[in-house]
DNA sequence: GATGAATGAGGTTTCATTCAT
DNA sequence: AATGAATGAAACCTCATTCAT
């Protein structure tokens, strides 16, 4: 209850910051990050200039707020999706399944997460990297712990350590999106998400002992 | 013996060329290419900006060569690799080993293959996107190939359609070695390449076919 | 009264765009548009140079944006003189005095204006060339129009056709006046503008005297 | 008998400076002087470039011997036509045929003609312009001199002073030149090229109708 | 003597950022 | 508090000229 108690003043002032990033997602994800300018961003939040360094101390801030609360956002929603469920192989399944409707409804953002998760933002200065470097290993650790657990449950063959299996799992997710994303006629997502896990339990649980197999 | 050279001045021309690529390898790898200047690189390979730009018409130019010439020598090294061996298994282990091997060798060119690959590009210009996308899908379905034998030859069970297993694979070592890449004391590189193919085979074999699994 | 005002920062713009320009014909008329850098003329009009580009897309913009306001003005003004009198040679009178006096009055404009009207810009691109042909092709015509009315009035003799009468009539004029401008001490520009007028008004050899009537 | 007897070293450098000049005309004439590089005008005349700086110290001079010497001949012939015959009217015909046959032959040059002998080479720096000032004028008294020894021997009526005379004729031809130039198909030039010495010859106003002669 | 590769000053243009209104 | 005009550093690129071969 204590949400809605914004002065109108602070909430004003977030809406305007909202509007600011929304439009700043926009543009960064169509041209990349060098080719916006501020006046660009600028007029498409229908703000002036000023306004937008009343808000963001210069351009770099800007973006890293804008990568910073879509990855918030993004992880928020993965984390909620595996602390649910009990089953290890269930836990999975959400994971899969909500990081693939998120980047399906968010196209933008994903242009801008591949890019940065990839290595590939060496445009921009340091300090982003290097925090957004240590969320995902921190992020990866907690899929890795769902590996783990199964493996200490007797779900799953210890085929791997628990880390690779997380790197190899999500790498295979976001490969297979970007594809599609580059060329969907070409690389038709997978009407069921569940595929790509299958690469992985297909050899990793013990037949005997999952319903999985029984689909 | 000298009917294979060039004449001397050929030579000479292309070592500068060499010079002025490598200079620019190392600092677009590290800056990225918009945080790189025309006269930061001639500087570094110790020419006058007007040299460079009698070798490429512009910095576009300069950076599309420079990408093209790396994944050109980078496909051959991996096509070379799965065209040796009879054996399936043996091909996609050569693949994984002359990746890895490569990859950890010539480490400014990974940071720029996986801006490109990874669709991180929309800084550079449509035209090189297009043609390395195109190679990039004609590479995956030569690793599809392998998985396609394999499954006709009864060594592998059809657990997933053979390009999707490519995909899978081949990001899950991108991951491996780019989370390598920014935190070697992190994440230590398996010293065994195989612990990656391992999480695909071990699911994938039939045990009693492989000697895989004898190891 | 303040009606016909425009706003003040509007106003304001204007008078900086006018300094721009005035800066810009200085220069241009003494050293040539390629001899001029913007660098230059932001310097003399005392700007940066980033507004001399608010106010103008380019160089070539900014140089065809001056040139045709010159033109226009002074369109203007010779259109004015030659519709007020009746009479034909009276109209004459008035144009050769008008453009004569603009000229004397404006003579960095002079400069420019025989650089473009002679041909001589290839320098500039086609567009402003191309336009300003036009322009005074259809001028020459208003010219010759008062030669054909005299000739129908039976004011003057049927000599020639009377656009060409009207090209050699201004260029004469044009010519005079560049002597002048080189020279002044050399070429006194004649007190009375109608000496010139003189030249194609009376008649130049003795009827009685000559054979080339006869022909 | 003395003209053919240069040393063959001699000789043969002679032509290459024709032939660097001629590809300069060409270029100049067609682009201008700025937009034509000292390596494009070696190319054309398929010389090196440092060939080229062996002939002319440096691009301006080149600009300049190519001018003069254009000039020179353009002046001889003018010269010749106007000192054989006796009758001054002869004469002036002779000048007019000429100037337009040269001018007909000649294009480029007429280009680059008009560009320096109008003000409009502003381009080029103060030395040449200073000498072709001087020669013109110089010309321009030789025609002026005719308009004299015309009316001297009563030929002539004395309209105007002789040098306005020589300059309203000699800038009627251009002026028509440059038109036909322009948009031969808009401004055929006469086939006669009397009809404009006419205007001059021929008197424009009939005495009896106009106040003018009253003054 | 001829060559043309190498040079680098200097031109045009963009855009992040400031600050007076 | 919001604005957006003004700024000028810095980028890309050209081309006249030199000089080692």
Redesign the interface.
């Known amino acids: 209850m204590e949400g809605q108690k914004l002065p109108r003043r602070e909430r004003e002032k977030l809406r305007q910051r909202q509007e600011m990033l929304a439009a700043a997602l926009d543009l960064f994800s169509?041209?990349?990050?060098?080719?916006v300018s501020m006046a660009e961003i600028a007029e498409k939040a229908e703000f002036a200039i000023g306004t937008l360094y009343k808000f963001f101390q210069n351009k770099e801030d800007l973006y890293k707020a804008l990568v910073l609360e879509q990855c918030d956002s993004f992880e928020d929603a993965i984390l909620q999706a595996i602390e649910q469920p009990e089953d290890e192989v269930e836990k999975l399944r959400n994971y899969v399944r909500t990081k693939t409707e998120r980047f399906r409804r968010n196209l933008p953002f994903v242009?801008l997460f591949?890019?940065e998760s990839?290595?590939?933002?060496?445009?921009i200065k340091a300090g982003l990297d290097e925090e957004l470097?240590k969320r995902y290993?921190n992020f990866l650790e907690r899929i890795a712990l769902i590996f783990d657990s199964g493996i200490k449950n007797r779900r799953f063959?210890k085929?791997?350590?628990p880390y690779?299996?997380a790197?190899?799992l999500?790498?295979?997710i976001?490969?297979?999106l970007?594809?599609w994303?580059?060329?969907p006629e070409?690389h038709p997502y997978?009407e069921d998400p569940d595929?790509?896990l299958?690469?992985?339990?297909?050899?990793?649980i013990e037949p005997c002992f999952c319903p999985w197999f029984a689909k």
């Open positions: 169509q041209k990349g990050y060098h080719n242009r591949l890019a990839r290595g590939a933002s060496f445009n470097r290993y063959k085929i791997a350590a690779y299996l790197v190899a999500d790498s295979a976001d490969a297979s970007l594809l994303l580059d060329a070409r997978p595929v790509i299958d690469i992985f339990f297909k050899g990793l």
